[in-house]
């Protein structure tokens, strides 16, 4: 199971920070994800973590802005997001597979709950 929390209504510029945190699942087996979807828009790719050694990527609308870390004794993975853009506003979701690192929805065999981020002007 993988809920995520942290969202929340900030001003464009300012940061947050999403945590996902994992029960049953080991977040260093785990490729871990994170994605977004707008209203009326596809669920898009935002950052990943390999298994394993932990290698990163992201999205290109988000890399320099966004950091994708992990607490291992925590279980928990975590989205820094700084310079929020009005854009970033979606619904974000963590999410657990094994097909290897992918930016692909389908690739993903679990998902969080989702927790919303709203950017304002």
């Known amino acids: 199971q993988l809920q995520a929390y942290g969202g929340g209504l900030v001003q464009a510029g300012a940061s947050l920070r999403l945590s996902c945190a994992a029960s049953?699942?080991?977040?260093?087996?785990?490729?871990m994800g994170w994605f977004r979807q707008s209203p009326g828009k596809e669920r898009e790719f935002v950052g990943g973590?390999?298994?394993?050694?932990?290698?990163?990527y992201y999205a290109n609308s988000v890399k320099g802005r966004f950091t994708f870390s992990r607490d291992n004794a925590k279980n928990t993975v975590y989205l820094q997001m700084n310079s929020l853009k009005l854009e970033d506003t979606a619904v974000y979701y963590c999410?657990?597979?094994?097909?290897?690192?992918?930016?692909?929805?389908?690739?993903?065999?679990?998902w969080g709950q989702g927790t919303l981020v709203t950017v304002s002007s």
């Open positions: 999410a657990a597979g094994l097909q290897g690192a992918s930016i692909f929805p389908t690739d993903y065999d679990y």
């Open positions: 973590m390999r298994g394993g050694g932990g290698g990163t």
């Open positions: 049953g699942r080991t977040v260093t087996i785990y490729n």
